[in-house]
């Protein structure tokens, strides 16, 4: 199966100028041919999706367009891009002329044009991606199966070598051992960057090295696909060492990103041999001797934004702040009948006020929301 960039036409490729079904008035985007050319080196497959209400509004013809769209193939082609094929929807619900009024899949953000795409040049979605200038456009992607990202200007071959190089980087590491052994509270403020990891490498082996006391606040699959506990009274004996070398090696971790930043910490991540080894900006204790403090725009805001610089400075997205927790059903249900047993039947709160750290605290304006 082959691998595609799936492109909106109007605003990504040619500049959107309303209703364009003319070669005399296509203008091509700052970057178009460079990317078209680009992905094609990579081995991409290239597919253009264009809603074209145009037709049904009676401003040109499906004859126009596919004119078009040919003199596009070779203007393309001629600076070193191939544009595998080109897909567009005429159609339009209450369209002036009765033969394009009605309701398509085709049309864009329903997923019918890339699905047809698909199956017609044995395209694998799932290492694909669509590229438009709409959140329809990206929609459409989503429906599909796929990654989508919005382009709001500048030159394109310069937003598509960003996104493949993200890609290519997220799809290099299969293994990952992620580092936060202690305490209760870090280990919580390290899970949205364990969330961040899992968007961004689904498919990659997850694990975490953790004491066993505050294991319990992790998720687990599929978050998080082993743990390993690390005994801290153990860990200046070089017999442990030699024992947790064995129990790490096996992994073949691709990457260790050490969200401690102290001495034991430096140790785990020493043994485990991973090919890359990296942590937050603030490496203490001669950690940064052994792994590599990732500075980011976060370097001063909360600790959480500053974890999750890591993901961000290796290529990552960083679309939301999520807490992927364990399922505490039984375990809230029996503090809910203790807190009872006490007469605090709720609703209520628990809130822990403070923290050794500034940066570790929640803001004020978080507080203010209760």
């Known amino acids: 199966m082959r691998k595609?960039?799936?492109?909106?036409?109007?605003?990504?490729?040619?500049?959107?100028?309303?209703?364009?079904?003319?070669?005399?008035?296509?203008?091509w985007m700052d970057g178009a041919k460079e990317a078209l050319a680009y992905l094609t080196a990579e081995g991409?497959?290239?597919?253009?999706?264009?809603?074209?209400?145009?037709?049904?509004r009676g401003y040109y013809t499906e004859d126009d367009v596919?004119?078009?769209?040919?003199?596009?193939?070779?203007?393309?082609?001629?600076a070193g891009g191939t544009i595998t094929a080109?897909?567009?929807?005429?159609?339009?619900?209450?369209?002036?002329?009765?033969?394009?009024?009605?309701?398509?899949?085709?049309?864009?953000?329903?997923?019918?044009?890339?699905?047809?795409?698909?199956r017609d040049y044995d395209i694998d979605l799932s290492q694909s991606f669509m590229i438009g200038d709409m959140t329809r456009d990206v929609e459409c992607g989503r429906r599909a199966g796929m990654d989508g990202y919005l382009f709001t200007g500048g030159r394109l071959d310069d937003f598509v070598r960003t996104i493949v190089t993200e890609r290519n980087d997220r799809e290099r590491y299969n293994n990952i051992l992620v580092i936060k052994m202690s305490s209760l509270g870090d280990v919580l403020h390290s899970l949205p960057t364990l969330y961040a990891l899992r968007q961004n490498c689904p498919d990659a082996r997850i694990v975490w090295a953790v004491h066993k006391q505050?294991?319990?606040?992790?998720?687990?699959?599929?978050?998080?696909?082993?743990?390993?506990?690390?005994?801290?009274?153990?860990?200046?004996?070089?017999?442990?060492?030699?024992?947790?070398?064995?129990?790490?090696?096996?992994?073949?971790?691709?990457?260790?990103?050490?969200?401690?930043?102290?001495?034991?910490?430096?140790?785990?991540?020493?043994?485990?041999?991973?090919?890359?080894?990296?942590?937050?900006?603030e490496m203490r204790e001669g950690s940064f001797l052994v792994s590599k403090g990732l500075v980011g725009a976060h370097k001063y805001d909360h600790v959480i934004e500053r974890y999750l610089d890591t993901v961000r400075a290796l290529g990552g997205h960083v679309d939301d702040l999520v807490f992927p927790l364990p399922d505490i059903t039984i375990e809230k249900s029996d503090w809910r009948r203790r807190l009872a047993s006490d007469g605090l039947k709720g609703p209520y709160v628990?809130?822990?006020?403070?923290?050794?750290?500034d940066v570790k605290e929640w803001p004020l304006d978080t507080g203010a929301a209760f």
């Open 66 to 78: 596919k004119t078009l769209h040919d003199w596009m193939c070779r203007e393309a082609a001629a």
């Open 350 to 357: 628990a809130v822990v006020p403070g923290a050794r750290w």
């Open 214 to 281: 505050f294991a319990s606040v992790l998720p687990g699959k599929p978050y998080i696909d082993d743990v390993i506990y690390v005994d801290k009274k153990r860990l200046k004996s070089l017999s442990y060492w030699m024992e947790l070398r064995k129990k790490l090696h096996p992994y073949h971790f691709d990457l260790c990103l050490d969200l401690q930043g102290l001495a034991k910490s430096a140790i785990v991540a020493f043994l485990s041999g991973a090919k890359e080894k990296y942590g937050y900006w």
């Open 44 to 56: 991409y497959a290239i597919i253009v999706v264009t809603n074209q209400s145009g037709v049904a």
């Open 86 to 118: 080109v897909y567009y929807c005429p159609y339009l619900e209450g369209a002036p002329i009765k033969a394009y009024d009605k309701k398509s899949d085709w049309r864009k953000p329903e997923p019918g044009m890339v699905l047809a795409a698909a």
């Open 4 to 27: 595609a960039v799936f492109f909106d036409r109007d605003g990504v490729l040619n500049v959107d100028k309303s209703y364009l079904g003319f070669i005399k008035d296509f203008e």
